[in-house]
């Protein structure tokens, strides 16, 4: 169920629009289900609708102009809430749509329970599937209700409904999430021949932005170099930047004005002093180049990516939530440095996870510098042409999508969950579309017969689980390619198997040898571990085994069908 809480000035409009069956012809057999006293006059069951209307209106401003008299009247007296139940649901009765009015009506402030100076209040059924209240906010002792925050308390009230009721239960959000256009927004777009209203192309814009500077003064300066934006900067009287404000050139008001969106408007985290919070807190200690080890900045990228997995089953989550909005930065530079047929899904990757960015949790930024200095890296150089490089950084990402679910499922967060998961469905459709050439071009670099068998009995001793399953996959030819290369670099490949294996079980892994093969190219960009180095990692895997598991990861749900590997 989902509520929708307004106020006004004029009780008589309220009820004549409740009540109307002519403009509105979803408005059925309009009639009351509950009122203050239970004696209400009820137009919709009346002989006379006119007289019991204007009846009904008097009753309900009674209060008010009596306060009126007294100056103590608030403006907009009117308080008007309207109750839909979900399409999948079960046609409620009068009697249960009268006790769910009840209930909010209760949980808001608006009229207690057992208060005798409740507000005076009516519900409305005028169509099978929601009702509304109408209320005018003066007590019986003449002061305005207190109904403060009365969307939250309704919206906890009606999830306690659904359970009770047996009801669809509704993806609830934290007060996280950016604003929405307003229909007017989405009218206007429609109008125009836009795919997206102004305020939604415009967060995108700014969000790709802050993900592609290191400063403030550079994410003002890209913002006012981008096409068909306008940005106006406002200041303090002491000189230093207060905020900002975008407009896009094709949406105008009725005076051609521009429609201005200052940074909080567009989201939560655009707002000047998170963004400046974000940039000086993960402002590169160096020069910015990437790490001398890697080949490239992707691989370097996809190396941080990877650790990002690690983070999040740590305790603590402000260092986690750090690395997910860098993970949203990540996502919003990706349509930009991949191949044309790539970007749409890419693009909606970007905008579904944009809402798993944010949650309660405060983010401490400095945590994910690397992560952000990688972005800045990828930003540099494009992806080779070959395509190895961007899917095997895909590969990357869709573990972290994988492990941010997860981290929110753990902690209730359930529109950043939902979020995430069609993140998912993005990249793997984009990570299917991306692989296919690189791993045809593996494929045909095939060893000779007899270094496959040699790979097939370090597959068996390495991940002996799956071995028939891998052997048996499509994609089998392509990983012997990437363990021979890896072999010939100097990598041991039955350790390498095993560390492939170790960054996530392949239970669930529809193509495993297609997954081991970009884990396979990834681990084989790193220097080749010196003898001591080999030991130090024996010991500390043989530690890892026998050590009890982290609460966090025995307290995990089971994974959703959702999170099934490619």
Not at 164 to 174: A, H, K, N, P, S
Request: charged share 25%; with cysteine.
């Amino acid at each position: 169920m989902i509520a929708k809480i307004s106020s006004g000035k004029d009780t008589a409009g309220l009820i004549r629009y409740l009540f109307d069956t002519k403009k509105a012809k979803d408005h059925t057999d309009p009639h009351l289900v509950a009122s203050w006293d239970g004696f209400a006059p009820d137009p919709g069951r009346s002989d006379d609708f006119a007289i019991a209307k204007k009846l009904l209106v008097a009753d309900l401003d009674l209060r008010v102009k009596q306060a009126r008299q007294l100056g103590r009247a608030p403006e907009r007296h009117v308080w008007h809430c309207s109750i839909r139940a979900a399409p999948e649901d079960r046609t409620l009765s009068d009697e249960e749509w009268a006790d769910i009015t009840r209930r909010i009506i209760t949980a808001t402030g608006i009229a207690p329970d057992g208060d005798p100076d409740g507000c005076r209040w009516v519900a409305v059924r005028h169509a099978p599937d929601h009702i509304h209240i109408a209320a005018t906010k003066v007590r019986g002792d003449l002061r305005t209700a207190r109904h403060w925050n009365d969307y939250l308390t309704a919206d906890r009230e009606l999830a306690t409904i659904e359970k009770e009721y047996g009801l669809f239960q509704v993806t609830r959000g934290d007060r996280t999430a950016a604003k929405r256009p307003t229909r007017a927004e989405q009218e206007k777009a429609r109008r125009q021949g836009q795919d997206k209203p102004a305020r939604e192309r415009l967060r995108t814009i700014v969000r790709t932005a802050v993900a592609a500077t290191t400063s403030t003064e550079e994410f003002i300066r890209l913002l006012s170099h981008t096409d068909g934006m306008l940005v106006e900067v406002v200041y303090f009287p002491s000189g230093d930047v207060r905020g900002y404000k975008v407009a896009s050139k094709d949406t105008t008001t009725a005076d051609n004005e521009p429609v201005w969106f200052s940074g909080s408007e567009l989201a939560p985290d655009l707002s000047f002093p998170k963004i400046r919070e974000r940039l000086e807190s993960t402002a590169p200690q160096s020069s910015g180049r990437p790490d001398r080890h890697w080949a490239s900045p992707w691989h370097q990228a996809a190396a941080s990516a990877e650790r990002i997995p690690r983070h999040l089953d740590q305790a603590d989550g402000e260092a986690a939530q750090a690395h997910l909005a860098a993970f949203g930065e990540v996502l919003d530079v990706l349509p930009f440095l991949a191949p044309h047929a790539l970007r749409p899904r890419l693009q909606e990757a970007a905008a579904a996870f944009e809402r798993a960015t944010r949650s309660r949790v405060q983010a401490e930024h400095h945590h994910a510098r690397a992560l952000r200095g990688a972005v800045r890296a990828l930003l540099r150089e494009p992806a080779p042409r070959d395509g190895t490089a961007l899917t095997m950084f895909l590969d990357a990402v869709i573990l972290v999508a994988i492990a941010a679910a997860r981290w929110h499922q753990l902690r209730h967060h359930d529109q950043q969950v939902a979020a995430a998961h069609q993140t998912l469905l993005h990249l793997q459709a984009a990570y299917d579309q991306a692989a296919a050439a690189p791993l045809a071009a593996l494929a045909q670099r095939r060893p000779p017969q007899q270094t496959v068998d040699r790979h097939i009995h370090h597959i068996r001793r390495a991940v002996p689980d799956h071995a028939e399953h891998i052997i048996e996959d499509p994609a089998f030819d392509a990983l012997t390619s990437a363990l021979t290369e890896a072999e010939a670099a100097g990598h041991d490949p039955e350790r390498l198997l095993q560390q492939a294996a170790d960054q996530r079980a392949l239970d669930d892994a529809h193509h495993p040898a297609r997954v081991l093969t970009w884990r396979i190219q990834r681990l084989s960009t790193r220097p080749v571990p010196s003898a001591r180095a080999r030991a130090a990692q024996a010991r500390s895997t043989a530690q890892r085994s026998s050590a009890p598991l982290h609460p966090a990861a025995t307290a995990l749900p089971p994974q959703s069908t959702q999170d099934r590997r490619r």
